[in-house]
């Protein structure tokens, strides 16, 4: 079955406000890369922080495994589900420390082939102290950032991985490395992204197109043009 699944889920942020989700049912695959698409207001980060548990549905349930997320111990889903937003926050310590944040048992290869990964590893070459340089003293630009946040998801190789736009800020060449990593992570788990436009999800294995809270279709980039 669906390693994630809605069951008519509505969601309201307000009493008597209009619902940011109205009745979605939809599943999540167990593998590939599954695209959330739909304009601003849609309900797509609404979506993510239901899975997050960071908000609780009005109606319906979210299920991991068919079973709702609310009879999970939160510290599992935590483990289970990596989220990587627009600009995540670091935490306070090393390089190493923040690459190694969710899944401390990682060793230095792990790291660097991360690094690696998000095109980081010959910047990260360049720092005095490597991976122990310290990101609070360190000149470290938004783009970096973002990519050892990127990074930190990769090393902690999760079952099911959330993309809030994370890589709407970086530069072609860098998008490019980490949707090369993002094939390899969805060919073992789940990856969820979230976009705008769906012209930049062409790759996706499948693609929720969310209008006013509501899925509209559901299918692969040529079936959706095909029915558009
Ligand atoms: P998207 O991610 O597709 O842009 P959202 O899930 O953020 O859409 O928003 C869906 C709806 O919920 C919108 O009408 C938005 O205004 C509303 N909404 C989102 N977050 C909040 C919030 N924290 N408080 C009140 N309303 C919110
Ligand atoms: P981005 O925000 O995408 O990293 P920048 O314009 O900040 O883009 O950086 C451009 C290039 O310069 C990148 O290759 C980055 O690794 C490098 N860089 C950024 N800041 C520094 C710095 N303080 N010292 C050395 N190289 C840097």
Redesign the pocket.
């Known amino acids: 079955g669906p390693v994630l699944s809605f069951h008519g889920v509505t969601a309201r942020?307000?009493p008597g406000s209009?619902p940011?989700l109205d009745g979605v049912t939809v599943d999540i695959a167990r593998t590939g890369h599954t695209a959330i698409v739909?304009p601003?207001?849609?309900?797509?980060?609404?979506m993510f922080s239901l899975m997050l548990r960071f908000l609780q549905p009005e109606h319906g349930h979210v299920a991991l495994d068919g079973v709702p997320l609310a009879d999970w111990p939160l510290a599992e889903l935590r483990r289970r589900i990596a989220y990587v937003e627009q600009e995540t926050p670091l935490v306070p310590g090393t390089l190493a420390d923040n690459l190694r944040y969710t899944h401390p048992g990682a060793g230095d290869d792990d790291l660097w082939e991360a690094l690696r990964a998000v095109r980081l590893d010959e910047r990260a070459r360049t720092l005095e102290q490597g991976l122990d340089t310290s990101l609070s003293t360190a000149v470290i630009s938004g783009g970096e950032r973002q990519r050892i946040a990127l990074a930190r998801a990769l090393v902690s190789d999760p079952e099911i991985l959330l993309l809030d736009e994370a890589t709407a800020q970086l530069d072609g060449r860098t998008e490019a490395a980490i949707q090369h990593s993002i094939r390899g992570l969805a060919a073992r788990g789940a990856v969820v992204t979230?976009a705008h436009r769906l012209s930049t999800v062409i790759d996706a294995d499948r693609i929720i197109v969310?209008e006013a809270?509501r899925p509209r279709a559901v299918g692969t980039h040529a079936e959706l043009l095909r029915t558009d």
Do not use: P, R
């Open positions: 942020y307000a209009a940011a739909g601003s207001g849609a309900g797509k980060t609404t979230i969310l809270g």
